[in-house]
């Protein structure tokens, strides 16, 4: 009894030494000597072993996990926060300057200077589009060198617990006693790994580590490591997607949910950087676009028709690497005047059957949000490019050859993808800016009444389709007289005379081509101010168009206050509304960053108060295993008193 109790006396003093040459250890579980009664008397030595509650722990790297993913998303958009939070950033102030100076270019057509102005400040405009598709161009490099190194740390940590659980193997397959401190590290190991990912640690009967996703996918499988790879996305090098190698072939990764730093910066760059890449494209394409077709409704400096002020490139498309040839022999490009139907979806194209093809629309989180636009080629009149409309999505079409696409090709494309940085001032100088309208019109001074003719509106002005020439002229047969032959009558005439239609019993003087049935081929319509006497006429021609019009420049400037993002909101409105989103998702996760660190913090105190090292508590032990063992050896000081006392009496 006295020399067991020495022994168990000991093993606890020297596992009190072991707790408190380590209190400072990182990761360091307190360990604890069991022990039990002897039926025959005096004790039994049992396991050393670590005080750690599992379920505690698993709750300690969840909750890092959380407050790491909420940590790393918050510090990537706090930067973008402040970057946009920028005067110098905002885009509302170039807005107003663009407009302001168009404005002011409309007082004076004329003036070379004024347009110059004007036109220095579209293209700060443009520029000003660049820097802001720049920052978020540098947030996603950013984000994919942190992924870069995240990933390299990670799989570094799985490798050192697959080779741990090798080492407690061997340990423990020689000796009785559990490798304590090799399930610490790996325990340790374990904790750093929930800081770049939300995992589920588990042990096989063997008692070795295995660990998983949250979602199940394994990361370490007992002395097997898995690498984690991030590889760009075929139907998308712009996107990138996370696989696990297995080494002889690749997993993807669900990125949903992933949890830690990677989880964050992996939704950073979906959520903010996507987003903020296709918001401002939409913004870009939507200004570029109305502005483009307005200015082909009125006359240059030079009194040509108005060409495109900004250019943007044809949307890119792609496909999978068994498609590459065949993507040159598709083009994509925004239908003309038809932006507000631009969404920041992504579109894939794929075929139906031998004669239809469909395209099909998914939102951010990858899901159906509209049923697919299914058209027929033969169905529909390309243009003189080879184009094929698609009026339901604004979208201009190109194959090249229809009978090269099989059944299983699937080409994806956004429209709105780096449409900010690749948008452009087509114009050369402010001769370029169509201010004036393309056509005059004059009220005869010989009528009766006090009615006078004034432009409605410029609708179309193509050659192909209006009755625009190509040189800017009327065609002979347009409208170019209107006769009234009564009050509420009249009569629309071409260059000769020839009457082209009439409208009778009119109440309203306004679009007076429209009621005529007319306005459509013309592109254009006119309005007379009161109503008309017997033989009253009214001119429209490109002869009297005064320099000095500015009927287009005010159209242009008014489309300021236009719903053209969606058709729903103002250029103004739909980025105040970015920067606002950018800064509501800031202050959230600031508020969930903050509380899942305090949620961290208390499962890491509730960790300690088990398995923490109190020097306190060791040096109570210590004294009393100190006792104990004295008392225990005067046990044995007096049985060997007896057995010499006994073997003298025998001498």
């Known amino acids: 009894m006295g020399l067991s109790g020495l022994q168990s006396s000991n093993a606890r003093i020297n596992t009190t030494g072991q707790n408190t040459a380590n209190v400072d250890t990182e990761g360091y579980s307190r360990q604890r000597t069991d022990t039990s009664s002897s039926l025959g008397g005096g004790v039994v030595i049992h396991d050393t072993s670590r005080l750690v509650d599992n379920f505690v722990s698993s709750q300690v790297r969840s909750d890092q996990s959380n407050f790491a993913y909420y940590d790393t998303y918050h510090s990537m958009m706090t930067v973008a926060d402040g970057l946009l939070a920028e005067d110098s950033m905002v885009l509302t102030g170039y807005l107003n300057k663009a407009f ?54 990670l799989n570094a940590i799985t490798i050192k617990i697959s080779d741990l659980n090798g080492k407690i193997l061997r340990e423990e397959g020689l000796s009785s006693s559990p490798a304590n401190e090799l399930r610490d590290q790996q325990e ?45 996305d075929s139907l998308n090098p712009q996107k990138i997607r996370l696989v696990v190698d297995f ?44 502005m483009n077709v307005q200015n082909s409704k009125g006359l240059d400096a030079n009194g040509n028709i108005g060409r495109d002020l900004f250019s943007l490139r044809d949307v890119e498309v792609y496909s999978t690497k068994d498609n590459v040839n065949k993507l040159s022999d598709i083009s994509i490009r925004i239908s003309a005047g038809e932006s507000a139907k631009i969404t920041r979806d992504t579109y894939e194209l794929a075929r139906v059957n031998d004669e239809q093809f469909s395209i099909t629309k998914y939102d951010a989180n990858g899901k159906v949000n509209e049923p697919s636009i299914i058209f027929d080629p033969s169905e529909i009149t390309p243009d003189s490019h080879g184009y094929y409309k698609i009026e339901e999505l604004g979208l201009d079409i190109r194959i090249e050859s229809f009978d090269k696409i099989d059944g299983d090709d699937v080409f994806q494309f956004i429209p709105t993808e780096g449409a900010a940085k690749n948008l452009a001032l087509n114009a050369k100088n402010g001769d370029a800016l169509a201010l004036s309208a393309p056509i005059g019109v004059n009220t005869d001074s010989n009528n009766l009444s006090d009615a006078k003719i004034s432009l409605e509106s410029i609708k179309n002005t193509d050659p192909n389709t209006s009755a625009f020439a190509f040189d800017a002229t009327l065609y002979p047969n347009a409208p170019h007289k209107i006769s009234f032959t009564s009050p509420t009558s009249y009569i629309v005439q071409d260059a000769s005379g020839t009457v082209l239609a009439e409208a009778k019993n009119v109440t309203s003087y306004n679009s007076l081509l429209e009621q005529a049935g007319l306005a459509s081929e013309a592109g254009f319509d006119v309005s007379v101010s009161s109503q008309p006497q ?49 800064g509501n998702k800031t202050a959230e996760l600031a508020g969930h960053a903050e509380s899942s660190e305090i949620i961290m913090n208390d499962s890491m105190a509730r960790r300690d108060r088990l398995s923490a090292v109190s020097l306190d508590e060791e040096a109570v032990n ?30």
Request: no cysteine; proline share 2%.
């Open 100 to 153: 302001h100076a168009l404005q002011t270019a409309n007082n004076d057509p004329t003036s070379s200077s004024l347009r110059e102005l004007a036109y220095s400040s579209l293209n700060g405009l443009v520029e000003q589009y660049h820097t802001l598709s720049s920052v978020v161009d540098r947030q996603e490099q950013l984000v994919d060198g942190q992924l870069s190194a995240s990933l390299a740390e």
């Open 188 to 232: 340790l190991l374990a904790k750093e790994l929930s800081r770049y990912l939300d995992i589920k640690v588990q042990f096989s009967d063997k008692g070795l580590m295995t660990v998983q996703l949250k979602n199940g996918q394994p990361v370490v499988m007992n002395q097997e490591p898995t690498e984690l790879k991030v590889l760009p």
């Open 247 to 290: 080494g002889d072939y690749n997993v993807a990764l669900k990125t949903n949910e992933l949890g830690g730093s990677i989880g964050g910066l992996v939704d950073f760059r979906s959520e903010f950087s996507e987003y903020a890449d296709r918001t401002l494209g939409q913004h870009a394409i939507s200004i570029a676009d109305a």
């Open 622 to 651: 210590l004294l009393k295993y100190q006792q104990s063992y004295s008392a225990v050896a005067q046990v044995v000081t007096a049985a060997r008193t007896t057995f010499e006392t006994l073997l003298g009496i025998m001498r």
């Open 534 to 582: 017997v033989g009253d006429e009214f001119f429209i021609g490109t002869d009297n168009v005064d320099p000095a019009d500015n009927f287009n420049g005010m159209e242009l400037v008014n489309l300021q206050n236009k719903l053209l993002v969606e058709g729903e909101q103002s250029l103004s409105k739909s980025f105040a509304g970015f920067v606002a989103y950018v």
